[in-house]
């Protein structure tokens, strides 16, 4: 059974461009989570896609954006880069009831961006 | 969402047994508790879950208090492999907060 895929691995970015990370979960899980690591800020939940519809959202700003599609790939978006956007962006994904996470999250490898 | 407690960093010999600690006093009363590790350059990974009752897998133990407001995860033999942080995550609202997590390094 394959598992996340996050892509790309790595990416270096400049200031103001705008950056689209990718995840596709294993096959069967409907929910997809995605979280921020910096050395400074740890493990930060951004937000939660379950039936193309976001769940639930962390403390982030507009700049930083989801989706998902039809077959539970999704994706993130962060527009207008900063300096301190540079970090591992992770995805996971579970199994999940409308009303409630069901299984224990299952992590892709990581996206590390950078920003210059 | 309930804060969690854990000690920032710990170590233990290898072969020997590792008590991790966490307290959890805001826990509600439906909320699992759930403990994952992320070894370095690694995501993190699934170690063990429970609500009230103790827990064991082929990874560790989790040991719940009786109050909630606290739970151990248990390494019965701790290896080279097992240093990782160790993050302690009581599951609110469907939102998985990690927290800082304790470090474990394994001493051979």
């Known amino acids: 059974k394959a598992g996340v895929t996050q892509t790309p691995r790595y990416l270096i970015k400049t200031r103001g461009q705008q950056v689209t990370l990718s995840c596709s979960p294993i096959?069967?899980?409907?929910?997809v989570s995605w979280y921020q690591q910096t050395p400074g800020q740890g493990l930060q939940f951004l937000f939660e896609?379950?039936?193309?519809?976001?769940?639930n959202k962390g403390n982030f700003p507009g700049r930083f954006s989801g989706r998902q599609f039809s077959n539970s790939r999704s994706e993130m978006n962060v527009s207008t880069l900063e300096l301190g956007d540079s970090a591992l962006y992770l995805c996971?994904?579970?199994?999940?009831?409308?009303?409630?996470?069901?299984?224990?999250?299952?992590f892709g490898e990581g996206s590390r961006l950078t920003v210059l | 969402d309930a804060k969690t407690t854990q000690p920032n960093s710990m170590e233990s010999n290898e072969e020997e047994p590792v008590h991790l600690p966490c307290n959890h006093s805001?826990?509600?009363?439906?909320?699992?508790i759930h403990w994952y590790r992320q070894l370095p350059s690694q995501g993190p990974e699934y170690v063990i879950h429970g609500l009230t009752s103790n827990v064991n897998n082929r990874m560790a133990s989790l040991a719940i208090a009786e109050d909630r407001k606290s739970s151990t995860l248990i390494l019965h033999r701790a290896t080279l492999r097992d240093a990782a942080v160790y993050y302690c995550i009581p599951l609110t609202g469907n939102q998985f907060y990690f927290g800082t997590g304790t470090s474990l390094t394994v001493i051979p």
């Open positions: 096959s069967g899980h409907r929910s």
């Open positions: 996971a994904s579970s199994l999940r009831l409308p009303d409630k996470i069901t299984g224990e999250l299952f």
């Open positions: 896609y379950f039936s193309e519809t976001q769940r």
């Open positions: 805001t826990i509600s009363g439906t909320d699992y």
